[in-house]
């Protein structure tokens, strides 16, 4: 079973910046797509960013790109996304999520098998 685990989020005022991380067991990492989706309240779950097994390929919300950065490390298995110059739109719970097929890079959610419990960021004015 795999299992992913989300932290450093926390409050931030505008302008400001954090580094979410994911890190992941229970399977081989470096086969698999990663992303991070948030939800806002009352708001559906969205697509925030993407990348590829090997890192070569990277996807960005429209919202976010120039600002956020999606990296990994496959030998510590873990995800990073890097996030600057934070709005207070960015307030949501952040996940990160797992592809169900080797190989894939996806914006879908239905793409990806595996999800976090997820990491608050809430970004003040």
């Known amino acids: 079973q795999v299992q992913l685990v989300e932290s450093g989020g926390g409050l931030v005022q505008a302008g400001g910046s954090l580094r979410l991380s994911c890190a992941a067991s229970?399977?081989?990492?470096?086969?698999?797509?990663m992303g991070w989706f948030r939800q806002a309240p009352g708001k559906e779950r969205e697509f925030v960013a993407a990348?590829?097994?090997?890192?070569?390929?990277?996807y960005y919300a429209e919202s976010v790109k120039g600002r956020f950065t999606i990296s990994r490390d496959n030998a510590k298995n873990t995800v990073y996304l890097q996030m600057n110059s934070l709005k207070p739109e960015d307030t949501a719970v952040y996940y990160c999520?797992?592809?169900?097929?080797?190989?894939?890079?996806?914006?879908?959610?239905?793409?990806?098998?595996?999800w976090g419990q997820g990491t608050q960021v809430t970004v003040s004015s």
């Open positions: 999520a797992q592809t169900r097929e080797l190989t894939l890079v996806s914006r879908r959610l239905y793409d990806y098998a595996y």
């Open positions: 990348i590829r097994w090997n890192g070569d390929t990277t």
């Open positions: 229970g399977r081989t990492f470096s086969g698999y797509g």
